[in-house]
């Protein structure tokens, strides 16, 4: 299993960002795919996540209304696609999965339940956003 983040960098408050979660070596029609963040001196939170069994999709309140998130089946990616930055939302982003247990996976809305971090076990390196004037 391997995730590989992209797309970090240095922007502008107001300015966009799109972030890509390349993933390899794993079923992806049946995982949960999240996006965490972590500031320094504070604790990884959650950031959005999507269920790749239909779709579905979850978001912080922090970032409702300014980031989606979204699959591409074909190429296994997973997006996160970041508008109208704020300073606050300066920290290294991760990507991270799960597998969804097959007797779950017929469940609808499972990308819009919140789940911690230790409940993902694979995570990528994680790329840097810098929201700065």
């Known amino acids: 299993v391997q995730l590989v983040e992209s797309g970090g960098g240095l922007v502008q408050p107001g300015g966009s960002l799109r972030l890509s979660c390349q993933t390899s070596?794993?079923?992806?029609?049946?995982?949960?795919i999240a996006w965490f963040r972590q500031a320094p001196g504070k604790e990884r939170e959650g950031v959005a996540s999507?269920?790749?069994?239909?779709?579905?999709?979850g978001y912080a309140d922090s970032v409702k209304g300014r980031f989606s998130i979204s699959s591409d089946k074909a190429d296994t990616k997973v997006f996160l696609q970041m508008n109208n930055l704020k300073s606050e939302d300066t920290a290294v982003y991760y990507c991270?999965?799960?597998?969804?247990?097959?007797?779950?996976?017929?469940?609808?809305?499972?990308?819009?339940?919140?789940?911690?971090?230790?409940?993902?076990?694979?995570w990528g390196q994680g790329t840097r956003v810098t929201v700065s004037s």
């Open positions: 070596g794993f079923g992806f029609e049946g995982y949960l």
């Open positions: 999507i269920a790749n069994t239909d779709g579905s999709t």
């Open positions: 991270a999965g799960r597998p969804i247990p097959e007797d779950l996976r017929q469940i609808p809305g499972l990308g819009s339940i919140p789940l911690h971090p230790h409940e993902y076990n694979s």
